[in-house]
């Protein structure tokens, strides 16, 4: 005979937990499933073990998706201030990186303590290495069957996130049971993601890998500026990982390096202190010293003086470094990448609850939804968000 709970979450993830809790305190009978051996890992690892746990700016237009008004209800419904309320209930110290991006003093283990803490006031059951061999519909809600036998429920919720991070046990999970009760998905891909060059490209680039600028980094009508790094497959750092989720195959992404800077003001200045001076050391001041090299060999101006330059050639050797323009081969893939773009399509479900709008007692929160936070903080805000939306109905 299949155990009864009111409520099954397959997922112990920032979602999956965040449903859970909220579940429980409505008094639901709630089982947490997962097949990893512990819980929130992708927490746990997250902001280089301190977890950027949400980001101050929070906003629907720091979200992508086919509709973007989808997320709006959700995120109205559970605030940055409310998980700030939640972790200073528990003691949790943190501060704020720049953009609004909002940190564990201590460590991320911290965040998934407190869950944790939480589920098991809430009366929340959590079983972790159990494996999910198949869900089915039945006629007082859903039967899932488990390694460890059947569970019968009235409602469902999968929490199990996208494809990224493969390493960390993320599958395509929640998508196989999507299109098993005939939930449309927007085509996945990978976000968050360093972005590859070709080899080509790539042998110029090789005696950069390891420098990092601050950059304005444009793709089409969107930008970011905050730095960039050279690495030995492309490029990476926040200013790309963000630019990616916006990059298409194909496309092109044009590099402003240090936005605020005027160079050819500089190099116009360095020129009349000491017009013998080769072109690479004053450049060399403002950006670091290989890629200034890079920029000047790449111009056949290798030692030529500032005094052989008119106004006209240095505005237009800094046009070179303003606008810098790479055509990415493509990304690292989902093996690096922070998120996955696409999932479960909006218009499927309510967007208040969650709820599938075909199949009532279904829903599906987090990563696998099709909403896609930029990089900061705003990814864990939907996942509080859509889990606690989720929390209040299942």
């Known amino acids: 005979m299949a155990e009864q709970f009111d409520t099954v979450i397959i997922g ?32 746990r690892i997250s902001g280089g073990g301190r977890c950027n746990f949400t980001n101050l700016h929070t906003a629907p237009r720091n979200f992508l998706s086919e509709n973007p008004h989808f997320c709006k209800s959700a995120l109205a419904r559970y605030t940055p201030q409310d998980f700030i ?15 609004g991006q909002l940190f564990c003093d201590d460590s991320a283990k911290d965040i998934v303590r407190m869950l944790l803490t939480e589920m098991k006031n809430a009366g929340v059951v959590l079983r972790l290495g159990t494996e999910v061999r198949s869900v089915e519909k039945s006629l007082s809600g859903f039967r899932t069957a488990t390694v460890e036998g059947d569970v019968e429920s009235r409602s469902l919720v999968i929490a199990t996130g996208g494809k990224s991070i493969p390493k960390m046990g993320a599958t395509g999970f929640a998508y196989r049971i999507a299109e098993q009760f005939s939930l449309p998905l927007v085509e996945t891909r990978p976000g968050l993601v360093p972005l590859t060059v070709d080899p080509a490209q790539l042998e110029s680039l090789s ?17 970011f500026e905050e730095a960039i790094l050279i690495t030995h497959r492309g490029l990476s750092g926040p200013a790309i990982l963000q ?9 092109v992404i044009r590099l402003s390096l240090l936005p605020g800077s005027d160079i050819a ?4 200045a360095a020129r009349r202190e000491n017009g013998r001076q080769a072109l690479q050391k004053p450049l060399g001041e403002h950006l670091p010293k290989r890629l200034a090299q890079f920029f000047v060999e790449a111009a056949g101006m290798s030692n030529r003086p500032l005094a052989d330059l008119s106004d006209k050639a240095i505005d237009a050797f800094c046009l070179r470094i303003k606008d810098w323009t790479i055509t990415p081969a493509g990304s690292e893939g989902y093996r ?14 309510d967007s208040r609850t969650m709820q ?5 007692g279904l829903f599906f929160i987090g990563e696998c939804v099709d909403v896609t936070g930029w990089l900061g903080g705003y990814n864990f805000q939907w996942a509080w968000a859509s889990g606690y939306s989720a929390g209040q109905a299942a």
């Open 12 to 43: 112990a993830g920032a979602a999956g937990m965040m449903a859970a809790i909220e579940a429980g305190k409505r008094g639901r009978r709630v089982l947490v499933l997962d097949h990893a051996k512990a819980p929130g890992e992708k927490i």
């Open 356 to 360: 599938a709008r075909d199949m009532p």
């Open 243 to 251: 630019i990616s989720s916006y990059w298409r195959e194909g496309g």
């Open 265 to 268: 003001a500089h190099l116009k």
């Open 85 to 99: 309320a939640l972790i200073e209930r528990h003691g949790i110290a943190w501060h704020e990186k720049t953009l």
């Open 207 to 223: 005696a950069l890998s390891g420098v990092a600028v601050e950059a304005e980094v444009r793709s089409g009508k969107t930008a």
């Open 336 to 349: 690096t990448a922070e998120v996955t773009l696409g999932g479960i399509d909006t218009r499927a479900l």
